[in-house]
T-cell receptor, first 108, second 118 residues
């Protein structure tokens, strides 16, 4: 059975801190690893990673995949209160298998 | 607001009612998905449609009946639901979906329908 494990499950930081969110996966016929941010409603797509070692960046967010060690990290620098959300990672083969999510709280 | 539109946003229904959830996207995506999400849990896949044909049914009870009238629309027909079916129902779409080769495509989600079964 495919499995995606995220850690930590929750995190509280102060504005300006840098955070690293972890995702490990065991997904048969793995094709890609996706990160989503979920606030009150829809998960919002952040990154899709298919190749090891290539960092993807979007503003203060960046992510990288290690296909040998089967994990990915999502980094957020200079955190803001608007970054407070649940961060979901999902392994993709013919479908998405989601982890349980990491609840990030950024305090002013 | 997302590019995937779901209606209604909220729905309360009794166990004997029949209702439908609707999802629409105009991004030209050819794959559409239904997920169920319970509080503090990740989304769970229910159905996948690829080119308007049902590709995956994750052993969902028959009281949930999906329908894809055209490439932009996806419906989920509900009948005789149970209280444990109360959840957030999310629709998503992606550019394509290949069940055999398993190409991962980024899925874009709607805001969901929050369903409560009395």
């Amino acid at each position: 059975e495919d499995k995606v494990v995220q850690s930590p499950l929750s995190l509280v930081v102060h504005e300006g801190d840098t955070v690293t969110l972890n995702c490990s996966y065991e997904v048969t016929n793995f094709r890609s690893l996706l990160w989503y941010k979920q606030e009150k409603k829809a998960p919002t797509f952040l990154f899709m990673l298919t190749s090891s070692g290539i960092e993807k960046k979007s503003g203060r967010l960046s992510s990288i995949l290690d296909k040998k060690e089967l994990f990915s990290i999502l980094n957020i620098t200079a955190t803001q209160t608007g970054d407070s959300a649940i961060y979901l990672c999902a392994g993709a083969n013919s479908k998405l298998t989601f982890g349980k999510g990491i609840t990030l709280s950024v305090r002013p | 607001d997302t590019e995937v539109t779901q209606t209604p946003k909220h729905l309360v229904m009794g166990m004997t009612n029949k209702k439908s959830l609707k999802c629409e996207q105009h991004m030209g995506h050819r794959a559409m998905y239904w997920y169920k999400q319970k509080a503090k849990k990740p989304p769970e896949l229910m159905f996948v449609y690829s080119y308007e044909k049902l590709s995956i049914n994750e052993s969902v009870p028959s009281r949930f009946s999906p329908e894809c009238p055209n490439s932009s629309l996806l419906n989920l027909h509900l009948h005789a639901l149970q209280p444990e079916d109360s959840a957030l129902y999310l629709c998503a779409s992606s550019q394509g979906f290949r069940a055999l080769t398993g190409v991962g495509q980024p899925q874009h989600f709607g805001d969901g329908t929050r369903l409560s079964i009395l």
